[in-house]
């Protein structure tokens, strides 16, 4: 079994800073890309940011210069630094990860549970 566990989720001002960790545990052979994905109440689940094994990164248009994703492959942990928080990046944050487990020769898709960013005005 194969899963991811987010942490640092909160309340915090506009202008505050949070940083998400996403830690994959269980049979894990190998991790590809990883991400971090973010949906408000009444809206679809849209990419935040993405950061491939190699890591490279890309990010949402919205979160440029503000958000910074970075992983560290040795504890198999994902992290989003947010800066500069605004109200409208209130959402629950779900955790993304192709891993390919010591049972399978092929990758599957794993979610975390999701963390709650609420950002007061």
């Known amino acids: 079994q194969v899963q991811l566990v987010e942490s640092g989720g909160g309340l915090v001002q506009a202008g505050g800073s949070l940083r998400l960790s996403c830690a994959a545990s269980?049979?894990?052979?190998?991790?590809?890309?990883m991400g971090w994905y973010r949906q408000a109440p009444e809206k679809q689940r849209e990419l935040v940011a993405g950061?491939?094994?190699?890591?490279?990164?890309n990010y949402a248009d919205s979160v440029k210069g503000r958000f910074t994703i970075s992983r560290d492959n040795a504890k198999n942990t994902v992290y989003l630094q947010m800066n500069s928080l605004k109200p409208e990046d209130t959402a629950v944050y779900y955790c993304?990860?192709?891993?390919?487990?010591?049972?399978?020769?092929?990758?599957?898709?794993?979610w975390g549970q999701g963390t709650q960013v609420t950002v007061s005005s």
């Open positions: 269980g049979t894990i052979f190998s991790i590809h890309a």
């Open positions: 993304n990860a192709g891993i390919t487990s010591l049972y399978n020769n092929y990758a599957n898709e794993y």
């Open positions: 950061i491939t094994s190699g890591g490279s990164t």
